[in-house]
């Protein structure tokens, strides 16, 4: 299926903005509908999407690499016991199992600044690929705080960071979780960040959130500029969320050609 | 207590709001909140019950208290008992005979519109077929503007979202070009920023205002991001166009979106304020959808239909130019599958309309629902034909920042083209005189770009 010769399919001249973005631009038409080719080119990434939905979280090579850099994690799971429970009922994957409540009840309670949670949510390949790079950049930077275990949390929701701070009497909250994922970026991941987290407490509007951290996206360096700098505003405010607004600077404004406006500049 | 036998059984519902949600067509949301009908005999007995309750009950027995609910306060404190006078004697059945019947012409609807309180419209939804929905639905008309005109009949309008991952000012600039060569933007030219921060707000809306007003386009253009970011934006002394905000139907809802009320009225004020529109002063631009409440844990035991109705109160307050139901984008806890989604999008157009508001609809799925592109398509040409406002226009369907799927520039040309929709006037000049559009308002054959933009593409060369 050659299109480039084919007298039916108009082509568009502009394909050179695709430089620009990963968006489906520029895709020519047959009539007015998408060419056989890019239709087809849809269909093969809504089947790889759907398919990396449905694809179990392994924490175990995440688990180790944690311990080889000296530090504890834990998994522990959700009510939501399977993919599909989890994707009906997101109210059970923001409450902790019995077993795992009646587990983390035994360890001994300790008093801790922060803790990361590490969610699967709607992309266990997001936290496959991203979870452990970022992490790696982000604990030296919290050496003052006293840190609780890495949660890893099976069928987890944003929410389920609540119950994990209360319990470890946390100040901050930090939860990384796998993206719903996209047609072009099935591996995309979230970070939310709360302040005082508690459980059936605090509401969406006390996060701020730090969206579309994947490779063609925001990069960890900049994911972790941002939650710096909700950290130090939240220790000095005393809150997080809608009030808390994130003021850094995108690196995105620089001189290379790449981020030249060809529409204005 | 509302009493029904159907099929030898007797049914009680203890209140209205119990009722609403019982007689509610099946959806995953309902069952994850615990009010949903038990089985298809208890829904239809809900539905009996529903159609002999009298309008006028609506007034009397809130489905949130007035007390603890400024929207319930809102609902009530501001019926237009006048415009209810004409209809006023109906039950809830006797309306839809009356919505479908002869009488209800267009100016009729309009008139009544402010007689009208969300419920009432909620729960006439519940008793109608799809087909009912897009019959009465396209006999109302509403119409707003800013620098153009929406919602004329056999007029569809478009939202281009040139969303980017990283907000990338070429990016975006990329993906806008690609959708007014196709037509695309009348609605309006409106991006969700990837992070709510204030000085990509602050750049997005600069170069968005510099786009309109180099290309003369008629159209206006919007920031996604908090309306407390916009506020901010405004005093800092940034071109907005239109003020935008997620909205729900309960107070406790929007309470978790960090808005009220206040907000959003000091926000309209804010905007008018700038004066930017030419044609109209319609400033707000809301999105809303089925599932928002509940997810916030605050839909206080109302069905999702309804709850999304409530919402369209709050959109009414503020002469919205665009109301744009977000249908599949929440996730299949709420709605299922394709069909749920389908009778969701057409469920929010009718009530929305019938309420008297700009509704769009952004026809759209996410990847863990079960629908795909063929229920896209269902729900599109429902829609198109029931005389909805505006869709969404994304590159090729796929939004690379949101990660799910809508309508693309080429679903808009289809539906425009089988069902002869054109876009709005002042817009459709714009396409005629550059030669995006022929006179015909066909995509000219040889895809050559319009001289205006030529000289753009020559500086990034081959």
């Not at chain 2, 519940?126 to 503007?145: E, F, G, N, P, Y």
């Not at chain 2, 409530?310 to 249908?327: D, E, G, I, M, S």
């Not at chain 2, 709005?424 to 066909?442: H, K, S, T, V």
């Amino acid at each position: 299926m050659s299109e480039s010769n084919d007298a039916t399919v108009i082509s568009n001249s502009w394909d050179n903005l695709k430089q620009f973005t990963p968006a489906r631009i520029a895709l020519g038409r047959a009539g007015i509908s998408l060419p056989t080719r890019a239709s087809l080119d849809f269909q093969l990434a809504h089947a790889l999407a759907r398919d990396a939905v449905n694809i179990p979280i392994d924490f175990s090579e995440l688990q180790l690499n944690l311990s080889l850099m000296g530090l504890e994690s834990l998994t522990l799971n959700t009510q939501a016991e399977n993919q599909q429970l989890y994707l009906q009922r997101p109210d059970l994957g923001r409450i902790l199992s019995d077993a795992t409540l009646a587990c983390l009840q035994q360890t001994e309670p300790i008093s801790t600044d922060a803790v990361i949670v590490v969610a699967d949510g709607l992309s266990s390949k997001a936290i496959q690929h991203h979870a452990l790079p970022f992490l790696r950049l982000l604990l030296p930077q919290l050496h003052d705080y006293r840190l609780a275990p890495v949660c890893l949390v099976k069928h987890g929701r944003v929410a389920i960071g609540d119950a994990i701070a209360e319990h470890y009497a946390a100040r901050l909250c930090i939860v990384l979780i796998g993206e719903r994922p996209g047609l072009s970026s099935p591996d995309s991941m979230g970070l939310y960040f709360t302040y005082q987290a508690r459980a059936k407490l605090s509401t969406d509007a006390e996060r701020n959130c730090i969206s579309n951290i994947h490779s063609n996206g925001l990069s960890y360096e900049q994911a972790l500029k941002k939650l710096m700098f909700l950290i130090t505003e939240a220790e000095k405010l005393k809150l997080s969320g809608v009030n808390l607004k994130d003021e850094t600077t995108d690196a995105l404004t620089d001189d290379s050609p790449k981020y030249v406006n060809f529409l204005l500049d | 207590m509302y009493k029904t036998h159907v099929a030898h059984l007797s049914y009680d519902f203890k209140t209205l709001r119990n009722l609403m949600a019982k007689a509610t067509p099946s959806r995953s949301g309902d069952y994850l909140a615990g009010v949903a009908a038990a089985n298809h005999l208890e829904r239809v007995a809900a539905q009996w019950a529903l159609a002999e309750v009298p309008l006028k009950q609506f007034l009397n027995e809130a489905l949130v208290p007035y007390e603890h609910d400024e929207i319930t306060r809102l609902i009530m404190d501001e019926h237009d008992s006048i415009a209810f006078a004409a209809i006023s004697h109906l039950t809830v059945g006797d309306f839809r005979n009356w919505l479908l019947s002869e009488q209800a012409t267009t100016e009729v609807l309009t008139s009544i519109a402010q007689g009208l309180t969300p419920e009432m419209v909620a729960a006439v939804s519940k008793i109608m077929r799809s087909q009912d929905l897009i019959l009465v639905a396209k006999k109302c008309r509403v119409t707003t503007q800013f620098r153009n005109t929406i919602g004329l009949e056999n007029r569809l309008s478009t939202r281009l979202q040139p969303n980017h991952p990283t907000d990338n000012p070429a990016g975006v600039a990329a993906s806008l070009l690609d959708g007014l060569l196709y037509g695309c933007g009348d609605a309006v030219i409106g991006i969700n920023p990837a992070s709510d921060n204030l000085e990509a707000t602050l750049r997005l809306l600069h170069m968005l205002n510099e786009v309109i007003e180099r290309y003369q386009i008629p159209t206006q253009s919007c920031v996604l991001a908090h309306v407390t970011t916009t506020l901010k934006a405004i005093a800092q002394g940034a071109p907005v166009d239109l003020v935008f905000q997620s909205i729900a139907g309960t107070q406790k809802a929007n309470d978790s979106f960090g808005i009220n009320l206040n907000l959003l009225n000091e926000a309209r004020l804010a905007a008018l304020e700038l004066g930017r529109g030419t044609l109209g002063n319609n400033c707000m631009y809301f999105e809303t959808g089925q599932g928002s409440a509940l997810s916030a844990n605050a839909h206080e035991g109302l069905d999702q239909q309804t709850c999304e109705v409530r919402a369209y109160a709050v959109a009414r307050k503020f002469k919205p130019l665009l109301v744009n139901t977000v249908v599949g984008f929440i996730g299949p806890e709420y709605l299922y599958d394709g069909k749920q989604i389908i009778r969701a999008g057409l469920e929010d157009h009718f009530c929305g309309k019938l309420l008297g508001l700009p509704m769009g609809c952004d026809v759209c799925y996410t990847n863990h629902a079960q629908a795909d592109q063929d229920d896209m398509d269902g729900l599109l040409t429902q829609l198109a034909v029931a005389g909805n406002s505006f869709i969404m226009g994304i590159p090729g369907s796929d939004d690379v920042m949101l990660n799910y799927q809508s309508t693309s520039f080429h679903d808009a040309l289809y539906v425009r083209q089988v069902l002869g929709l054109r876009p709005a006037p002042e817009f459709e000049r714009w396409l005629q005189e550059l030669g995006i559009f022929n006179a015909d308002n066909q995509l000219l054959q040889k895809a050559e770009v319009p001289a205006l933009f030529k000289a753009s593409l020559q500086k990034l060369g081959r």
